[in-house]
């Protein structure tokens, strides 16, 4: 497993696919690892992806200094790994607060080539909150409840009823994997003070690489108004919201929401072999 130390943290990544392909980048939600990303980057497999585990989660290191964590320290984590990996332009994904890091990395750093964000928000007060409901799920477990009962219990709101009852099968590895990489209850609660005191309304708008926002319209942790807000920030940006998606729309349906990701992803690419700007493409 490739490591590289970035202020001396050690994060973990791996890295699929075809050497001289594109590079797809993927940044992970709050708490979560790797596997998040597994049912695109299967589906994804003539581009060269890479993902990373943010500080805290699965094999990267877990500094207990809070303020180790906060959404520019993962941006600049995967700024290490691009570096690491002799990459000079990636198509970087990121989903709910990887969303935020994606956002933020395009700012700080030059290696952006687009941008697809799902289920994530621009943060600060004009943001819609995660509903109270969603909240208390997410953070408090019943007294009783083992390891892999307080996974189902937090995860629950993030998923479709329909998804949670039709797909046990799956919903069980996804807990193996959650228990094998989740972030520790220390580290989560870092990760989440990240994301609470991020907002990139101020600059959100002088971010012009194209953009692809993603969303479900039954999002229950993050609402849809979020991804709305972030696409009219952003100038150069389409949305494509999915009827009755959840949090994990992209794990629910990741058919569609491949193709829609690798669609953006050849347009820029083919815009970028013919020598012209997205926009010099469309005119």
């Not at 590079?23 to 596997?35: D, K, N, Q, S, T």
């Not at 049912?39 to 094999?59: H, P, V, W």
């Amino acid at each position: 497993m490739p490591r590289v130390r970035n202020d001396g943290v050690g994060i973990a990544y791996d890295v699929d696919g075809p050497p001289d392909a594109p590079v797809v980048a993927f940044c992970e939600g709050l708490g979560y690892g790797r596997w998040m990303w597994r049912f695109q980057r299967e589906r994804l497999s003539a581009y060269r992806t890479i993902a990373f585990d943010n500080r805290g989660t699965g094999e990267s290191d877990a500094p207990e200094d809070p303020g180790a964590y906060s959404i520019a320290a993962f941006a600049s984590d995967l700024e290490a790994v691009l570096d690491a990996e002799g990459v000079e332009s990636a198509h970087v994904v990121g989903a709910s607060m990887g969303g935020m890091t994606a956002q933020r990395y395009a700012r700080d750093y030059d290696r952006a080539t687009s941008l697809t964000l799902l289920c994530t928000s621009h943060g600060g007060p004009e943001s819609v909150p995660i509903p109270e409901e969603t909240q208390a799920r997410m953070f408090s477990v019943p007294a009783d409840a083992d390891e892999r009962e307080a996974i189902r219990h937090k995860m629950r709101p993030a998923m479709t009823e329909s998804f949670w009852t039709g797909n046990r099968d799956l919903i069980e590895d996804v807990v193996d994997w959650r228990l094998a990489s989740d972030a520790s209850d220390a580290a989560r609660n870092m990760q989440a003070e990240a994301v609470l005191a991020f907002d990139s309304t101020p600059w959100l708008g002088e971010v012009e690489v194209p953009a692809l926002v993603l969303h479900g319209t039954g999002d229950r942790v993050l609402p849809v108004e979020n991804g709305r807000q972030v696409h009219e920030h952003l100038p150069e940006s389409d949305l494509e919201l999915y009827e009755g998606g959840s949090h994990l729309f992209f794990v629910e349906e990741p058919d569609a929401v491949t193709d829609g990701l690798r669609a953006h992803v050849d347009r820029i690419e083919a815009a970028d072999e013919a020598g012209n700007g997205v926009g010099d493409a469309e005119a």
